[in-house]
């Protein structure tokens, strides 16, 4: 979603805010912003489009100062354009804001009738004009915007500025993510640690409700009841990953080939030849997960279809009850929950505001835990327990190896519960002998990029498609069919591969290519006659199988072959040729595939 960056230092900080700009951009990008104080007022620079449009823009026009806050912006209230792109200012504030003021048409009037004129339709504007008048009775920054965020409902990460007091960026959240960066003799803020790599590794998470005042020679960290608090300096020690595309055209198809590597980091240390090693999961988790009788996951997009796949693996192999439900429902209903039952959320970035309101509004449960792959994000630090996924930085917006390593961390977790119900330990060994195989017989699959390609252009001059799958391959499925219409725009809907004659039936024709995902499992002979009915009806398969599935190419089927895979782990192998496919479709179609339209990265609004 939106991204947020600021500085106060004792150099010109317009470059290190619009480096920020860049390594955010992923989040959100249909417009940017930065305003720095310069000569004692607000200098704003706007640009709709990508941030290189506003980098052009500067370098024509460059402002010079060393405090200042820029954004990208992903369209909320009011469609994008250079009046609605962030910093929003009121004469010498200006403010950039994550998140949603819900109430912001009652403040708007409030402010019009005080005199105040709008020239946006952002809720953002309303929050400028209320910091300006709390500033002229207090005369103090920090004191305002405390004054301002009493006034807000909704989710919001702040950053302000004044040329009346130039030396100083407050900020404050509260239901979307903010860092402070320690620098030496500067100081930063921003809404995701990785837009400030390049001039720290030492981060402060402000946590819910916190404001902060920073300037080059402190940080002041102040809570909800405006206490002074101390927050805990992390020192990030993981090695940066670097956020370019190396050899590759795109993020996505890079982050598709880092698989192999990665879903070795999520095993790394964390299972011995046979059996999953308790400790990954931390200190306090045998006294929990000794007392789990039921599981239930919360998750959204891609997440949720990890937590679909983990829902097959704990009722068959674990023996353990689970449902599995997207966040954005599960937080608005009435839940009844069983006795001993552990709330697990699914999350890539930790910061999805539906995710993160289910755990907060999550009671009766023995305890939570994420599978995440943010460090210190909200997910992570509200949880009692974590399992991070170690995938490195996700860019592309359709996730790809942030799924792949959730099934893999979802999988030790129902090992480790497992084993202390129905798992023997001959299935437990068996489950890790096939991890160990994974990322070698990942890498095998990725060979198969040609032969992918070639079956992609059957693809895309279509309108829909149709993905098909059954037991645990209607996940992937379901996950195949979001990949294509993310990146490609086609119309994909995924089914268990019997309903079809339930209505979807109606839909196959000559025109419409039916994808199924059909590894030799126990369901295989069953999903053979849904495809049959297909067939019938002139419908053109594509069949991602193995040897041993017995498929054959013909005139209306084609055939892609998978090497042979434990069962265990085919969801995980037979995903990676779906992510190959929609990559393929959407070149073809020369859509963005990193940055497709309407969508971001983190949504950390509702
Ligand atoms: C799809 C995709 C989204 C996310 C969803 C949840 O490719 O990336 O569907 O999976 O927005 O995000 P996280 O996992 O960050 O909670």
């Given at each position: 979603m939106c991204g947020i960056v600021g500085a106060a230092a004792q150099r010109n900080v317009s470059k290190i805010l619009l480096e920020g700009l860049k390594r955010l951009e992923y989040r959100g990008y249909d417009s940017a912003g930065l305003a720095v104080i310069e000569e004692q007022a607000i200098g704003l620079r706007k640009a709709v489009g990508k941030v290189s449009e506003l980098v052009n823009k500067f370098d024509q026009d460059p402002i010079k100062g060393i405090v200042g806050i820029a954004h990208t912006r992903w369209a909320t209230h009011g469609a994008p354009s250079e009046i609605n792109a962030h910093p929003h200012s009121s004469d010498h504030i200006a403010v950039v804001h994550n998140g949603i003021i819900e109430n912001h048409e009652e403040l708007r009037q409030q402010l019009k009738d005080k005199g105040y004129d709008f020239v946006s339709e952002t809720d953002t504007e309303v929050v400028a004009h209320l910091i300006h008048s709390f500033f002229i009775e207090s005369g103090c920054l920090k004191t305002a915007l405390r004054q301002a965020v009493g006034s807000f409902d909704g989710a919001y990460a702040l950053g302000v500025i004044s040329a009346q007091q130039p030396d100083t960026v407050v900020c404050a959240r509260s239901g979307s993510p903010l860092v402070v960066g320690v620098g030496i003799d500067e100081n930063f803020i921003a809404s995701d640690q990785l837009a400030l790599r390049q001039v720290t590794d030492r981060f402060i998470f402000l946590e819910e409700g916190d404001l902060a005042e920073v300037t080059t020679e402190a940080i002041r960290i102040f809570d909800q009841q405006g206490e002074s608090v101390e927050r805990p300096v992390v020192q990030l020690t993981d090695v940066e990953e670097s956020a370019d595309k190396g050899e590759y055209r795109h993020y996505m198809l890079k982050e598709i080939h880092e698989q192999p590597r990665v879903l070795g980091n999520t095993l790394q240390g964390r299972v011995s030849k046979h059996s999953v090693l308790e400790e990954a999961f931390g200190a306090e988790a045998k006294a929990i997960f000794d007392q789990v009788e039921a599981i239930q996951i919360l998750a959204c997009g891609t997440s949720y279809h990890a937590g679909m796949i983990a829902k097959y693996w704990f009722e068959d192999w674990a023996g353990i009850p689970c449902a599995v439900e997207v966040a954005s429902e599960y937080r608005y209903r009435k839940t009844v929950v069983r006795p001993n039952t552990l709330f697990v959320s699914v999350s890539q970035s930790g910061e999805t505001a539906d995710t993160l309101a289910a755990l907060r509004g999550s009671?009766?449960?023995l305890a939570s835990l994420t599978v995440c792959n943010v460090a210190n994000s909200s997910l992570v630090r509200e949880s009692d327990l974590c399992l991070m996924t170690l995938a490195g930085p996700e860019i592309g917006v359709a996730s790809t190896k942030a799924f792949t390593t959730q099934l893999v961390a979802l999988q030790l977790l129902v090992i480790a519960l497992g084993r202390r119900a129905k798992m023997t330990p001959e299935k437990e060994t068996e489950l890790v002998q096939a991890l160990h195989a994974l990322p070698e017989l990942c890498e095998k699959v990725l060979k198969l990029d040609a032969e992918i390609q070639q079956l992609s252009e059957a693809f895309s001059e279509k309108h829909h498609a149709l993905f098909l799958g059954r037991g645990v391959e209607y996940p992937v499925a379901k996950e195949g069919a979001l990949k294509l219409k993310e990146i490609s725009y086609i119309h994909a809907e995924a089914y268990?591969?019997?309903?079809?004659?339930?209505?979807?039936?109606?839909?196959?024709?000559?025109?419409m290519p039916v994808v199924a995902v059909a590894?030799?499992?126990?369901l295989l002979e069953k999903l053979k006659s849904n495809l049959e009915e297909v067939q019938a009806r002139g419908g053109k398969l594509f069949v991602f199988a193995d040897e041993q599935s017995g498929f054959a190419n013909d005139d209306n089927t084609t055939v892609l072959l998978l090497p042979d895979v434990p069962g265990s782990i085919a969801p995980i192998i037979y995903t990676l040729p779906l992510q190959l496919l929609s990559y393929h479709v959407a070149i073809l179609k020369g859509t963005d595939v990193d940055q497709p339209r309407n969508l971001a990265k983190s949504v950390t609004v509702e």
């Open positions: 009671e009766g449960y268990p591969a019997g309903e079809l004659k339930h209505g979807p039936l109606a839909l196959v024709d000559s025109d590894p030799n499992d126990q």
